[in-house]
């Protein structure tokens, strides 16, 4: 059965370009989160991470009235709504990121998907596939 990525991607939580980083940390406080996509007009242009934001005011003298915008890693890494599980391992491995913004045909965000949401539905598989040959290997 193919998985594809819009429906396990998870809700995102968004901020402007001009958003502080002061706004942007405290909604990843809020929220529980280590990153959020930064949009304009619906559509990704941008993503700011909790160690994006920890090395910009530590190491790069941003200040938490910086904008965002200034910070942010850009351009954003997608992935259509209708591809597969498979597509976004293979785009996180190929372009070395841990977060994929899922688009929709217009390209207008909507929602994400994380390398650990990956790794928990491949383990459920493999805890499925294990259960399915268990009764065989104990007959043996």
Same mark, same amino acid.
Request: aromatic share 2%; proline share 4%; charged share 25%.
């Given at each position: 059965?193919?998985?594809? =990525?819009?429906?396990?991607?998870?809700?995102?939580?968004?901020?402007?370009?001009?958003?502080?980083?002061?706004?942007?940390?405290?909604?990843?406080?809020?929220?529980?989160?280590?990153?959020?996509? =930064?949009?304009?007009?619906?559509?990704?242009?941008?993503?700011?991470?909790?160690?994006?934001?920890? +090395?910009? /005011?530590?190491?790069?003298?941003?200040?938490?009235? @910086?904008?965002?915008?200034?910070?942010? @890693?850009?351009?954003?890494? @997608?992935?259509?709504?209708?591809?597969?599980?498979?597509?976004?391992?293979?785009?996180?491995?190929?372009?070395? =990121?841990?977060? +994929?913004?899922?688009?929709?045909?217009?390209?207008?965000?909507?929602? +994400? =998907?994380? /390398?650990?949401? /990956? /790794?928990?539905?491949?383990?459920?598989? +493999?805890?499925?596939?294990?259960?399915?040959?268990?009764?065989?290997?104990?007959?043996?």
């Amino acid at each position: 059965m193919m998985r594809y =990525v819009e429906n396990f991607a998870k809700r995102v939580t968004t901020v402007a370009p001009d958003e502080t980083l002061e706004a942007v940390g405290r909604a990843m406080a809020e929220h529980n989160l280590g990153a959020v996509v =930064v949009v304009q007009n619906h559509r990704p242009v941008g993503m700011v991470t909790d160690r994006d934001l920890a +090395l910009a /005011l530590t190491v790069n003298k941003a200040t938490p009235h @910086t904008p965002v915008a200034r910070v942010m @890693t850009t351009p954003v890494e @997608t992935i259509a709504a209708g591809d597969g599980t498979f597509q976004a391992t293979q785009v996180m491995r190929e372009r070395h =990121v841990r977060r +994929l913004a899922v688009v929709d045909d217009e390209g207008e965000l909507i929602g +994400l =998907v994380a /390398l650990d949401d /990956l /790794l928990r539905l491949l383990s459920r598989e +493999l805890t499925n596939l294990v259960e399915g040959i268990e009764p065989e290997m104990r007959a043996r």
